[in-house]
């Protein structure tokens, strides 16, 4: 199956311009310097979808959302979202989970459509995620407007409508997250080491998406040196790096990188094989 990946933000938690500053980064006119917080968009037509209605074949666009950071909402106006068929969590990080409310509008129409919408989470995320939106989660939640969302456990493989997302283990620093695989695509954000049985599921990649935050080390963030490194051992076709503090220029930095690696940037869609 065919499909696209895209960018919906690509900086790190603080975003780029960051508050306050006034580097070279922070002020660029290149609209690839302006990174909101780190997401992915994934989208396919459901062919083998059947309309309740009339019982016709008909193409539905299927739409996978990979963590919804605070700038969600800006995110999805940009990508002309306007449905999600499930949202895939990778860890608790503000950056990663505040935008949750803002699923409340697609919410309601999901909910009228098909249910709630699916959030899949590892039980350490889905705690943080209780707490945070306990007027959303709790079961004596009365919040009449509420988002229409569902908290799932998630496991190795999670199928959404025939595609296959398989869970990669992931360290950020010395918590344990979660990357993603579709197809011969991945998405390993908030990286800073990829246990020796992670490479395994890496193999036979398009489009491989990494984490870089910056040159200089940091303890829960791989650097672009790091993230280099990872990138010739899995061999994806390309790679692209995101998660990007306002250390990295666009253009510059790019011209540093070896051929088949880019820094990615805000709203870049790429095909994937799903
Ligand atoms: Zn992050
Ligand atoms: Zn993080």
Same mark, same amino acid.
């Given at each position: 199956?065919?499909?696209?990946?895209?960018?919906?933000?690509?900086?790190?938690?603080?975003? @780029? $311009?960051?508050?306050?500053?006034?580097?070279?980064?922070?002020?660029?006119?290149? $609209? !690839?310097?302006?990174?909101?917080?780190? +997401? =992915?968009? /994934?989208?396919?037509?459901?062919?083998?979808? @059947? %309309?309740?209605?009339?019982?016709?074949?008909?193409? /539905?666009? !299927?739409?996978?959302? /990979?963590?919804?950071?605070?700038?969600?909402?800006?995110?999805?106006?940009?990508?002309?979202?306007?449905? =999600?068929?499930? =949202?895939? #969590?990778?860890?608790?990080?503000?950056?990663?989970?505040?935008?949750?409310?803002?699923?409340?509008?697609?919410?309601?129409?999901?909910?009228?459509?098909?249910?709630?919408?699916?959030? #899949? %989470?590892?039980?350490?995320?889905?705690? @943080?995620?209780? +707490?945070?939106?306990?007027?959303?989660?709790?079961?004596?939640?009365?919040?009449?407007?509420?988002?229409?969302? !569902?908290?799932?456990?998630?496991?190795?493989?999670?199928?959404?409508?025939? @595609?296959?997302?398989?869970?990669?283990?992931?360290?950020?620093?010395?918590?344990?997250? &979660?990357? #993603?695989?579709?197809?011969?695509?991945?998405?390993?954000?908030? &990286?800073? +080491? /990829?246990?020796?049985?992670?490479?395994?599921?890496?193999?036979?990649?398009?489009?491989?998406?990494?984490?870089?935050?910056?040159?200089?080390?940091?303890?829960?963030?791989?650097?672009?040196?790091?993230?280099?490194?990872?990138? !010739?051992?899995?061999?994806?076709?390309?790679?692209?790096?995101?998660?990007?503090?306002?250390?990295?220029?666009?253009?510059?930095?790019?011209?540093?990188?070896?051929?088949?690696?880019?820094?990615? #940037?805000?709203?870049?869609?790429?095909?994937?094989?799903?």
């Amino acid at each position: 199956m065919e499909g696209t990946l895209t960018f919906l933000g690509t900086g790190t938690s603080m975003g @780029v $311009p960051t508050l306050g500053c006034a580097c070279q980064v922070c002020t660029s006119s290149d $609209p !690839r310097d302006r990174r909101l917080r780190p +997401s =992915v968009l /994934i989208r396919w037509n459901d062919s083998a979808t @059947v %309309a309740p209605a009339d019982q016709s074949h008909h193409r /539905i666009q !299927r739409a996978v959302v /990979i963590d919804t950071g605070p700038d969600f909402r800006e995110q999805a106006l940009r990508a002309n979202l306007n449905h =999600v068929d499930a =949202v895939l #969590y990778t860890h608790s990080h503000a950056d990663h989970i505040l935008g949750l409310d803002d699923l409340r509008p697609l919410s309601f129409k999901a909910f009228r459509e098909s249910g709630p919408i699916p959030l #899949y %989470a590892t039980p350490e995320t889905r705690a @943080v995620m209780e +707490s945070i939106f306990s007027y959303t989660f709790s079961p004596l939640a009365t919040y009449p407007n509420r988002a229409r969302v !569902r908290l799932e456990p998630l496991s190795d493989r999670t199928p959404i409508h025939g @595609v296959d997302f398989r869970r990669i283990p992931l360290l950020h620093g010395e918590m344990e997250i &979660v990357g #993603y695989r579709f197809g011969r695509a991945a998405y390993l954000t908030d &990286v800073s +080491s /990829i246990p020796e049985e992670s490479f395994v599921l890496l193999e036979g990649l398009d489009h491989l998406v990494l984490s870089a935050l910056r040159h200089k080390p940091h303890p829960s963030h791989a650097t672009v040196e790091q993230a280099l490194s990872w990138a !010739r051992r899995i061999g994806a076709r390309h790679t692209w790096l995101t998660h990007i503090a306002h250390e990295l220029g666009h253009e510059a930095t790019n011209r540093t990188l070896p051929a088949g690696v880019e820094l990615a #940037y805000d709203g870049l869609t790429v095909p994937v094989s799903l």
